[in-house]
């Protein structure tokens, strides 16, 4: 990993709330450079490094929990009142630690629809979806706590386990086709490796409160599709035209067709100079 310098290490201790896809890919890969890692979910695990935290049943973590805690990573979604579940529960607790180092996973979606436009960490967000305005708002209670918090604004996540295969597989696969439609993506690896080397580099990279995570090449959905069929040797289905497939479409799956962006990581990959393990859904989609 050439990405590296130095400097985590087994002075470090990480809390992460929400271990679900990305949380428990960066858990695994924290744990490697020997920090200590504890991570939330919201029912009882049998790992002895995982405790329970539930903001709908206001289950909270034991205060033994926050022991010489340096770093935090929040991968938790905005509750149903468009607030973030972490600081409406845990904010004061979390202010007493005076961590080093807080890390939010939020989503490209504030950004709104661009017509295909690329659009960077410059551009004012302009989310037209109701749940992506909840997620601007959280990430204004964020900046609002006074935490050192560095906030991932991630589009689709992807890797082993979570991808096109998958849907093929399970036979959830739709294909359809859209003028123009693009969509952003990021492997779960270079989630994980990528915030790894903004913590190695903290001190001589100048600190960026926001930074997209977004690999090199937005394409269209079928694109990808047609990539895993030839992957696999199998006929791909004939595409639906949107307009035809809309109406068979759940709400949440429409709204995603009705944004259209590509997400620049100019600013992660050129300035800050991290190299992406999986620059393109190709390379990527071999690794899953
Ligand atoms: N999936 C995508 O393509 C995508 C794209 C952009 C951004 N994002 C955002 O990036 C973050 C990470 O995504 P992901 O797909 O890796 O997430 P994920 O697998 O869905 O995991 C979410 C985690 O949050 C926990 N959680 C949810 N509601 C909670 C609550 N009220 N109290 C306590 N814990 C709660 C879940 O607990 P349990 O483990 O108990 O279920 C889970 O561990 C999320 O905020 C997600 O919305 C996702």
Not at 198 to 223: G, R, T, V, Y
Not at 257 to 277: A, D, F, H, P, Q
Request: charged fraction near 25%; include cysteine; proline fraction near 5%.
């Amino acid at each position: 990993m050439n990405n590296f310098a130095s400097s985590l290490g087994n002075k470090n201790k990480f809390l992460i709330f929400g271990c679900g896809y990305s949380g428990s890919f960066f858990a695994t890969a924290i744990k490697k450079f020997g920090c200590t890692v504890l991570t939330s979910s919201r029912s009882e695990k049998k790992d002895p490094n995982s405790f329970v935290f539930n903001s709908e049943n206001d289950i909270i973590p034991n205060k033994k929990i926050f022991d010489g805690v340096t770093h935090i990573l929040s991968c938790i979604p905005p509750d149903k009142n468009g607030n973030d579940p972490v600081l409406v529960k845990l904010k004061n607790q979390l202010k007493t630690l005076s961590p080093e180092w807080v890390g939010y996973l939020s989503t490209t979606g504030v950004y709104g629809n661009t017509n295909g436009d690329w659009v960077s960490e410059m551009n004012k967000p302009n989310p037209s979806q109701k749940r992506s305005r909840k997620r601007l708002n959280c990430e204004k209670e964020w900046i609002a706590s006074d935490l050192p918090v560095q906030i991932f604004r991630l589009p689709g996540i992807y890797g082993p386990g979570r991808s096109t295969f998958e849907a093929i597989r399970n036979k959830k696969i739709r294909v359809i086709s859209k003028k123009n439609q693009v969509f952003s993506r990021i492997h779960v690896a270079d989630i994980a490796y990528a915030i790894i080397y903004l913590l190695q580099n903290k001190n001589s990279l100048k600190f960026h409160q926001i930074i997209n995570i977004a690999d090199d090449e937005p394409c269209s959905q079928k694109e990808v599709i047609q990539y895993c069929y030839n992957l696999l040797g199998l006929q791909m289905p004939e595409p639906i035209l949107f307009e035809d497939a809309r109406k068979e479409l759940s709400p949440i799956a429409q709204s995603f067709w009705m944004e259209n962006r590509r997400v620049s990581n100019k600013l992660l990959c050129k300035t800050l100079g991290y190299k992406l393990i999986y620059k393109n859904y190709k390379i990527g989609l071999k690794n899953c």
